[in-house]
C-alpha cells in the first residue's frame, strides 16, 4: 500500500471519528422524545404478554386482574393490545402509534387507566374504537371499574362498524343531560343502608303494635262515639281474656321484623365497594422493588411507564450535583425517584410514606427524593443524615415543591431545573450534630381492606335500631294527627291536605360570617368533648388538629365570635374540627374537597378548573358531589369554589386555607408556622 493511500486512510478514518464524537455529543445533549422511551418500554412488555397491567395501580387495578383484562380482548374479535397506566401516564393517543410501530404488529390498541378507558385506535384491522369509546363515556357512570368500562368497550367492538354507530348515537341522546346510576355502594351508602335497616327493624312492628288499638279507636270516633270499656264479669274468661287481644298484633309485628331483616339481607348483600380483588403483598411491593433494584444501580430512577421528563444533559448533571454532595461535610447518599405518585398506588399517592418504605427496601441512609412525573410534585426526605429535617420539609421553595406557571406549563414540568435547584438547597442546608429522621409518617388506609363494605349489621345498624324507636313515635304521632283530620274532614266530607318537606342543606358556596362563626363554634366544640371522652390512642392525628385549630383562636375557643378572627382562621377551624373528629371516628383522611374545603373529605383525584379566569386544568382531590359535577358540566366547577366574605376572595388566596389542597398534614404545619411554633 502506498504512502499516499495510507495518509487518506488515516485522514478518512479520523474525520469519521470526528463526526462520530459530534454526534454522540449532539445526541446526549438532546432529549429522546418521551413517546419514543416509553413507547420502547411498552412494546416489550406487549411482547412477553398483550395484556400489559402497571404495577403503580395495586388498589384499584392489581397485576392479579391480568388475565382478566386478556379474557375481556379476546372477545373483540381482532387481535387486542391493553396497557393499563396511571391517568397522567398518556397525554394525547400518539403514543398508541408509537407502540404500534415498535411492536410492528397490527391490531386493536387500548389504553385503560385507573378510572377508564381512555385511548383507543385499530391498525390494520376493521374496528369501530371511536363509537366504544362514546358509548363508555355516556353508558356507564364514574363509579364504574376500568374493567366494567373494558368489558363494554370490548361489547361494543365486537357488534361491528354499523351498529357500535348506532349504539354511539343512541347514548348521545338519552344521556346527554343524564349521567346512568353508580354502579356501587360506597362507605356512605352503607352507613345509610345500616341505618336504614336498623330504623325500619324497631320502626315498622313498634308502629304495627301501636296501630292495632289506634284503629280501633279511630273505627270509634268515625262512628261518632268513643272506644268502648269492657266491663269487669261481664265477658266471658275475664282478665284472660285480655292477653289474647295482643296476640295478633305481636305476631303481625314478629313477623314484620323478621321480614325487614331478611329483605334488607338480600337486597343489601354487597360486601365491596369495587370489583377488583385484594391485592396481594407482592403486587403491593412489585414498584417498591423495582425502583429500590433501580436505586442499588444508579441514585437517580427514572419511570419507564411514564413520559420521559429528564434529558441525558440534566441527568448527567443531577448526577454530578449528587456525587458532590455526597462527598461534602455531613452530605451523604442522595436517591432520586422520578416515579408518579397517585391515589391508587401502594402508598395512596402519599409521598412520605413512599419515601419511607423507598428507604427500608434500599437498606442505605440518605435523602430520599420523590418527583413526580406526571404532575411534577417535588418532595425531599432525609432519613439519617446530619441535616435539619424540618428544613427540608417546611422551607423549600415553593418553586421546587410546586412549580410556578412556567413549569406548569411545560410538558417536563422543568422537574431537571427544579431538581437541580433542590440540590442547591441541599448543598446550604444546615448540618446537625447527629443523625436526623423525618420520624413516622402518617398511615395510609389498608390497602387490603380499602373497598371492604362494613358489615350491615355493625354498629350503625344497632344505631339505628333506637333510632327507630324515635321514627316510630314521631310516626305513630304523625298518624293519630292525621287520622283525627281525617276523620273530621271524613265527617264532613272535606279533602285531606297535602304534606310538606323540606331540602336537605348544602355547605354554601359563599357563607357568611355569623354562617362560618356558628358552625367553628359547634366544630370545635364537637371535637373537644369527643377527644375528653376518646380511649387513649397512639393515633396524633386528633390531637394535632385541635392544637393547631387553638393557635389559630390564640389558645381561646372564645375568639370565634371576635370581630378580629377573620374568615379564613375560621374555615381552617371547622376543616381541622371535622378531621380530627374523623380521625377519633377511625375514618380519618387527609384530603378535603380542593373545590369547597366545607364538603368534608375527598373521595377521588380529578383535572377541574378552579378559576374562571384562567383555563389551565388541574389535578386535585375533590369531593362525590364536585366529581359528579366535574363530568357532569365542568364549566360550573370554578364557580363551586369557596368564597370568604368581607371582603369576597376565593380560599386559596389567603393563608393559612392556601395551603388545604395539600392535605390537613399540610395545613397544621402552615398553622404551626403561622404561630411560629416549632
Not at 205 to 216: C, E, G, N
Not at 571 to 597: D, E, Q, T
Amino acid at each position: 500500500m502506498g504512502a499516499g493511500k495510507l495518509l487518506v486512510r488515516v485522514r478518512a478514518f479520523f474525520v469519521l471519528g470526528v463526526l462520530a464524537a459530534l454526534f454522540a455529543a449532539f445526541a446526549a445533549a438532546t432529549p429522546a422524545r418521551a413517546a419514543d422511551t416509553q413507547a420502547a418500554y411498552l412494546a416489550d412488555r406487549l411482547r412477553e404478554n398483550p395484556v400489559y397491567v402497571s404495577d403503580q395501580l395495586p388498589r384499584e387495578v392489581p397485576k392479579s386482574m391480568t388475565p382478566d383484562f386478556a379474557e375481556v380482548a379476546k372477545r373483540t374479535g381482532v387481535p387486542t393490545y391493553v396497557m393499563v397506566l396511571p391517568s397522567g401516564a398518556v397525554n394525547d393517543d400518539g403514543l398508541l402509534g408509537a407502540v404500534h410501530d415498535r411492536l410492528g404488529k397490527d391490531g386493536l390498541f387500548v389504553i385503560v387507566d385507573d378510572s377508564s378507558v381512555s385511548y383507543a385506535e385499530a391498525f390494520g384491522v376493521r374496528a369501530p374504537a371511536d363509537d366504544a369509546l362514546t358509548v363508555c363515556i355516556y353508558e356507564l357512570p364514574y363509579d364504574a371499574h376500568p374493567l366494567d368500562e373494558f368489558k363494554l368497550f370490548a361489547e361494543v367492538i365486537a357488534q361491528g362498524p354499523e351498529k357500535a354507530a348506532q349504539r354511539a348515537d343512541a347514548a348521545r341522546d338519552k344521556h346527554a343531560d343524564d349521567e346512568p346510576d353508580e354502579m356501587y355502594v360506597g362507605p356512605s351508602d352503607r352507613e345509610n343502608q345500616s341505618i336504614l335497616t336498623g330504623v325500619l327493624a324497631t320502626a315498622v312492628p313498634a308502629v304495627i303494635l301501636l296501630l292495632f288499638p289506634a284503629v280501633r279507636r279511630w273505627r270509634q270516633k268515625l262512628k261518632g262515639g268513643t272506644p268502648k270499656k269492657a266491663k269487669k264479669g261481664k265477658k266471658k274468661g275475664g282478665k284472660a281474656g285480655r292477653p289474647r287481644r295482643w296476640i295478633a298484633p305481636t305476631a303481625t309485628a314478629l313477623a314484620a321484623c323478621a321480614a325487614v331483616l331478611l329483605t334488607a339481607g338480600a337486597a343489601f348483600d354487597q360486601t365491596r365497594s369495587s370489583p377488583a380483588p385484594r391485592p396481594r403483598a407482592m403486587e403491593l411491593n412489585a414498584r417498591l422493588d423495582r425502583v429500590a433494584e433501580g436505586l442499588a444501580e444508579d441514585p437517580v430512577y427514572t419511570d419507564p411507564e411514564s413520559p420521559r421528563v429528564l434529558d441525558d444533559a440534566q441527568l448527567a448533571r443531577l448526577h454530578g450535583r449528587i456525587e458532590k454532595f455526597e462527598r461534602s461535610e455531613g452530605g451523604g447518599p442522595v436517591f432520586v425517584a422520578v416515579v408518579p405518585q397517585i391515589s391508587e398506588d401502594e402508598s395512596e399517592g402519599d409521598e412520605e410514606n413512599f419515601a419511607y418504605a423507598l428507604h427500608d427496601k434500599v437498606g442505605q441512609d440518605g435523602v430520599y427524593i420523590v418527583a413526580d412525573p406526571l404532575y411534577g410534585g417535588i418532595d425531599a426526605f432525609n432519613h439519617g443524615l446530619r441535616l435539619d429535617s424540618l428544613d427540608l420539609f417546611l422551607d423549600l421553595p415553593e418553586f421546587i415543591t410546586y412549580g410556578d406557571d412556567k413549569s406548569r406549563d411545560a410538558e417536563d414540568h422543568l422537574l431537571g431545573e427544579r431538581l437541580d435547584a433542590l440540590m442547591t438547597h441541599l448543598d446550604e442546608a444546615p448540618r446537625t450534630d447527629v443523625p436526623d429522621n423525618p420520624g413516622d409518617p402518617y398511615p395510609v388506609s389498608n390497602p387490603v381492606t380499602e373497598h371492604d363494605l362494613p358489615p350491615l349489621f355493625g354498629d350503625d345498624f344497632w344505631g339505628g335500631l333506637f333510632l327507630g324507636l324515635l321514627v316510630a313515635a314521631l310516626a305513630y304521632g304523625l298518624l293519630e294527627a292525621l287520622a283525627a283530620i281525617a276523620i273530621v274532614l271524613l265527617r264532613r266530607r272535606g279533602k285531606a291536605p297535602l304534606l310538606t318537606s323540606a331540602l336537605p342543606a348544602s355547605s354554601p358556596t359563599k357563607p357568611t360570617a355569623s354562617y362560618l362563626r356558628r358552625t367553628a363554634r359547634t366544630e370545635l366544640r364537637a371535637l373537644k368533648a369527643d377527644f375528653k371522652s376518646a380511649p387513649p390512642s397512639s393515633d396524633p392525628r386528633p390531637g394535632d388538629c385541635l392544637d393547631a385549630a387553638l393557635l389559630l383562636l390564640e389558645g381561646d375557643p372564645a375568639r370565634i365570635d371576635h370581630p378580629d378572627t377573620d374568615s379564613a382562621a375560621l374555615v381552617a377551624v371547622i376543616v381541622l374540627s371535622r378531621a380530627g373528629r374523623a380521625a377519633l371516628g377511625h375514618k380519618g383522611y387527609n384530603r378535603c374537597c380542593a373545590v369547597n374545603p366545607l364538603h368534608g373529605p375527598a373521595v377521588t383525584r380529578h383535572q377541574v378548573r378552579l378559576s374562571t379566569e384562567r383555563r389551565e386544568r388541574r389535578h386535585v382531590h375533590i369531593c362525590g358531589a364536585c366529581r359528579e359535577r366535574a363530568t357532569s358540566d365542568p364549566a360550573s366547577v370554578p364557580t363551586r369554589v369557596l368564597t370568604l366574605p368581607d371582603p369576597p376572595v376565593r380560599y386559596e388566596e389567603v393563608e393559612p386555607l392556601d395551603v388545604v389542597p395539600d392535605g390537613i398534614r399540610r395545613l397544621i404545619e402552615k398553622v404551626r408556622e403561622m404561630a411560629h411554633v416549632a
